[in-house]
Structure formats: structure tokens, C-alpha cells
Antibody
């Protein structure tokens, strides 16, 4: 059973960088799946941010692409996201997830990130 | 961007009743539609993928149907643990992925 766990600061200052890591257990990250990030806010609901394959290939939500960087560390079986120049609108629960074909089949528990000074 | 519109926003039903949730796409998504259940404080859980296939471990009372632009999630007889928010999701024009805004199934 694949499990995902997010980690990272819960508070980020405006104009700063949000950094989160997702540790994958119960299976290798080097499978035929994409590993991504989804966030959830009361106002905008669920929003797909981006995803990465174990070979480093990436896909992005076009609305966020200019501010997002993804990376994967196969030796640690984890992947990470950086979201730059954050504002209060980036306050959300961030989920890491495994995307299998056209669906999200595994989710982390989620971590609340608040953007505030 | 393909927009998914879910209706109704809230469904008030009693345990044992049948729930019918709708998801309409702004353009055809073929059968590339999934449904999720979310309870407070938990991540979404995959219920249905490719419009009508139940995910592993999902009870048979959950079923999905539809293709093109109109989809339905049916819960044949509501159990107490089924009261939650349900989301549809499409990934027809890969890699772009979008979710509907959700339908809350509440106890009447």
C-alpha cells in the first residue's frame, strides 16, 4: 500500500517561497506513475498544481507554471515543490499525490500552509 | 480549460435513500472522469475512475455512469459513513486536470 507524507513549513511570509517535500513509502517512486501536488482552498476548491515523473519530466497548471519548480530524489524516494512569490491567495491545504493515468489514486494527508507576515 | 459543473451543491437525504449526483463538462471528456469522496480533515478518496470503474475496495453501492459531457454518481442506499463531499475530476486533454466544485451529501 503506497503512502505519501508531506512535510515543510506551515507558515510562509508574503513574497517568500513555499517549499514542501513528499516522502513516498510502500512502493518505489520509479514506477509508471506521475507524482504531483494538489491544493485545496474554501474559495477555489481543489486545484491541480503540477506533477513530475521519476525521469524528471514535468507538467504544470498553466496558471501557476511561472512560479513553480518540482524536483525528484529517487535515492530518497521523495519529491518536492517550490512555489515562489507567494501571496495570501496561496494559503491552502497542500496535498501530494500519485497520479495514475487519468486519476489521482493515492493522496497524502495534506498540510496547511498559511501565507502571512 | 474544461470546466466541470456539479449539481446540486447540497443534497439532503436520509440513510437508506438513493443519492444521484451530477457532473457536467463544458466539452466532451470522453470517459476520462473520476469521482472522489472527501470527509472533513481527510484527503479525497478515489471512488470511480474512467466514468464507471470502481476503485479498489469501494463498495458496490457506489456506481458511476455517463460519457461525453454528462456523468452521474449513484449511491444506491446511503450508509451513515457516506455523508461527505463528492468531487468529479477530468483529465481528457492530458496533462491538464480539473475538478468540479463539489456536492455535499448531508443528513436530512
Amino acid at each position: 500500500q503506497v503512502q505519501l507524507q508531506e512535510s515543510g513549513p506551515g507558515l510562509v511570509k508574503p513574497s517568500g517561497t513555499l517549499s514542501l517535500t513528499c516522502a513516498v513509502s510502500g512502493g518505489s517512486i520509479s514506477t509508471n506513475n506521475w507524482w504531483g501536488w494538489v491544493r485545496q482552498t474554501p474559495g477555489k476548491g481543489l486545484e491541480w498544481i503540477a506533477e513530475i515523473y521519476h525521469d524528471g519530466s514535468t507538467n504544470y497548471n498553466l496558471s501557476l507554471k511561472s512560479r513553480v519548480d518540482l524536483s525528484v530524489d529517487k535515492s530518497k524516494n521523495q519529491f518536492s515543490i517550490k512555489l515562489y512569490s507567494v501571496t495570501a491567495a496561496d494559503t491552502a491545504v497542500y496535498y501530494c499525490a500519485r497520479l495514475s493515468l487519468r486519476r489521482v489514486d493515492y493522496w497524502g494527508q495534506g498540510t496547511l500552509v498559511t501565507v502571512s507576515s | 480549460e474544461i470546466v466541470l459543473t456539479q449539481s446540486p451543491a447540497t443534497l439532503s437525504l436520509s440513510p437508506g435513500e438513493r443519492a444521484t449526483l451530477s457532473c457536467r463538462a463544458s466539452q466532451s471528456v470522453s470517459s476520462y472522469l473520476a469521482w472522489y469522496q472527501q470527509k472533513p480533515g481527510q484527503p479525497p478518496r478515489l471512488l470511480i475512475y474512467d466514468a464507471s470503474n470502481r476503485a479498489t475496495g469501494i463498495p458496490a453501492r457506489f456506481s458511476g455512469s455517463g460519457s461525453g459531457t454528462d456523468f452521474t454518481l449513484t449511491i444506491s442506499s446511503l450508509e451513515p459513513e457516506d455523508f461527505a463531499v463528492y468531487y468529479c475530476q477530468q483529465r481528457s486533454n492530458w496533462p491538464l486536470l480539473t475538478f468540479g466544485q463539489g456536492t455535499k451529501v448531508e443528513i436530512k
